[in-house]
């Protein structure tokens, strides 16, 4: 194939089964742990929040689970995903590199959080579940969450962040075009809430109230569950078609990556990406420096401890080991909202550990410098969270112009920024800043995670 | 192929060639008459404004123009873009047709017209233009030309109508990431600006306002050319790669359209759409009924009259002879605002009267309620243009319904929604009206209409 822009799959070439790493790894992840006993959890502890097709996900030991048709069947609205060769980008930089990215921002909600709210939406309905709640900050996850349950007939309660709800409308009512209701959090909708609300009706709400008030609403309610949007390891599982698709899209024109890099927030996007890679990897088959992009402001692998934590700032969720900011950390408010997370994935964080992939931290005025230099020479204008990993692709793509190289680097454009353009607006008219590393806070914040025996 | 959503082309299979539908008609249509004399225009009238590669394609006579390989390069950034089969769509509406969808918003503008802007700039950019000015409403053409210049490394410069400037702030941070200068119309920036800003400091501006202040900036500077986004000649010959895909798309399903519908402003979605099945059907290869949708505030093929008139507001273009409500009509702001316009391609509008098309005209609130019921079913949110097309798709599926014919239904979803979610927001809060006909506000602009001898 000469001067192809993109590789595409048809549906027929589409994987019909999702990849777990864990039997692949040469030592399984730590198990979560209950927060009153520090005793491993077991299904039933998660029961009240999740449809036991999705509890058994995340404890399987099999390498593949399948796809269901119901799920395949929406899958194929947006899916399989372009991979991309970045030819007009390869010139702008003058490099020997080839940069191929996978873009996602092609899905009805524009990222890839699809990928894992359409399966959890399939298994709530295939379970008898009327209503899933979830909490969203700009609104990514809850505008996935909202499209895919009205492909499955169920009802949708979001609970937004209320500084972005009042700030970034555009993103509520894409929720409620999908037929979501949603409430700006702290609310009256629930105890937390209404507690919250007594002390300051004009409390602007953080992640860590909304999935307090969204895991209320759900454990009061039997026919009512609840879904997540990252961390855990049906998420990670869910979003592993992005990389199966990409490996089958670089062997139809021969290529192996020798770098992949992919932003990490929760890790979700990463892990779609990296672990079949890694699989490869383990194998013998290829040999990729595989590298997690982290912001400057939210640096769990680069700053944080590998430690049990909670994995959110109210102290309500199973304990879970991570590489950890401590769960009472807030990061500074970068516009890349999606990578705003004290934590990291316990199983990017166990892959990490064990010396599978490596991390940087990188400030948003560079990943927005490498994303108008993108959109300049791409088209597409990427949301803020993957500019990250469009910034360290340009990192490598320039110090092999240098060395004269010609590397494969492999990246993911987990969505696009059509959502964003205050963020844009904002490093355009020159006001955008960096931030420090707050290596004070961080330490003020590690102070209060529990010390586990 | 079972249970397909979308057909793809590989950009192997990308058509190389526009399609000009002049040569296959029954007559030629009616010559652009210069406004001063009324006598046909030559290419030299329009040399101060266009690259004479885009005059030669405005006046050519050949059916096929070959597609420079640099703008084919650019094309694949997002080309072949995929037809779509509505099978939830189908589902939910509970009717035997077939419904098919070409789906324009895969663009890095997210609609059809950089299938336009891209050649214009690569034309341009050959002549050794130096800077292109247009103006843009909403934004849509303004960003798709922000885009292509970008591509060429030439300069944009945008005159946006100042309501929507100030209304509507993040198409224009759209067209500053891609590099393009933005001024609100009218502006300081010209004679035609200055005079009615010293009249009025906060006239809202208008379409015709911003394409005086273009066209000034443009004649001033032999460097400076200007670009518009429909109605012409050339404009339509390059949308045809839409339908041209769309032909080989359904030929690998082996259907043909029994109905083919396009929602019609200036006319250009629906010509690149329209005009290769047009081809084919005049050939006796198939038989579609194919139909205009247009805004019930803006019918100018159901309501106005085939007649030379200007094709802006301020009476400064060449005369052209199209279905108008007169030049100084001016449409109720309904959300299209990219179908606001008061007359009708000129060969849109030439077969129309020979009677190859017929035309409807729709109320926004019948379009967005389709538009909510398509975004349920099929995850995409559209624009609010193609919101008419898909109302329409809506209404002959349902005949089909009741008559039980399983026609196949075609169609062009010729943008999403992104930056519209204020238009799905008054419609869901139930502040959303259609439009009288203003008959009388009609007559009364025909009546200003210039009687040609």
């Not at 959080?113 to 990514?140: D, H, L």
């Not at 309660?157 to 209701?181: D, H, L």
């Not at 300049?376 to 990993?389: D, F, L």
Request: proline share 9%.
């Amino acid at each position: 194939m000469a001067e192809y822009s993109k590789i595409l799959l048809d549906e027929s070439e589409m994987p019909t089964q999702w990849y777990n790493i864990i039997p692949d790894l040469p030592e399984p992840p730590p198990p979560p742990l209950h927060p009153g006993t520090h005793e491993p959890i077991g299904p039933d502890d998660l029961a009240p929040l999740f449809p036991m097709d999705l509890i058994m996900q995340e404890v399987t030991t099999d390498s593949y689970v399948d796809i269901p048709g119901e799920v395949l069947d929406v899958y194929k609205l947006w899916r399989p995903s372009p991979l991309y060769r970045a030819r007009r980008l390869e010139k702008a930089l003058d490099t020997p590199a080839k940069i191929y990215y996978k873009y996602e921002g092609v899905s009805p909600a524009g990222s890839h959080k699809p990928n894992t709210s359409v399966p959890q939406a399939y298994y709530n309905a295939k379970a008898g579940t009327k209503k899933i709640t979830t909490e969203t900050g700009a609104g990514q996850w809850g505008s996935s969450l909202a499209f895919a349950t009205a492909q499955y007939g169920i009802e949708c309660e979001v609970w937004q962040v209320a500084a972005s709800y009042a700030q970034k409308p555009y993103r509520k009512t894409m929720m409620e075009i999908w037929g979501a209701s949603v409430h700006p959090s702290p609310s009256d909708q629930t105890e937390a809430g209404r507690s919250l609300l007594a002390q300051d009706p004009d409390n602007p709400g953080s992640l860590g109230i909304a999935i307090s008030e969204a895991v209320e609403a759900a454990v009061q309610d039997p026919d009512t569950k609840y879904a997540l949007g990252s961390v855990l390891n049906h998420v990670l599982l869910h979003q592993t078609i992005i990389g199966e698709e990409a490996l089958l899209q670089l062997a139809k024109v021969g290529d192996t990556p020798d770098v992949l890099v992919g932003c990490t927030g929760g890790g979700s996007n990463f892990a779609g990406l990296s672990f079949p890679f890694l699989r490869e990897k383990l194998a013998g088959k290829m040999n990729p420096t595989i590298r997690c992009v982290e912001p400057a402001a939210s640096p769990s692998l680069t700053k944080g401890e590998y430690r049990y934590d909670f994995g959110d700032t109210m102290g309500m969720t199973p304990l879970v080991k991570m590489h950890t900011l401590g769960h009472s950390f807030i990061p500074d408010p970068i516009h890349a909202g999606g990578l705003r997370y004290h934590g990291m994935a316990p199983l990017v964080s166990h892959i990490y550990e064990l010396g599978l992939c490596e991390a940087i931290a990188i400030g948003q005025t560079e990943c927005f410098t490498g994303a108008i230099q993108f959109a300049k020479s791409e088209g597409i204008v990427p949301a803020p969270e993957p500019t990250h990993a469009i910034a360290a692709a340009i990192r490598e793509a320039l110090e092999c112009k240098e060395s004269g190289e010609e590397k494969v680097i492999l990246t993911a454009l987990c969505g696009h920024g059509h959502m964003d353009m205050a963020a844009y607006d904002a490093f355009l008219s020159g006001e955008m800043v960096d931030y420090d590393h707050r290596d004070a806070d961080i330490a003020e914040a590690m102070a209060k995670v529990p010390v586990i025996a």
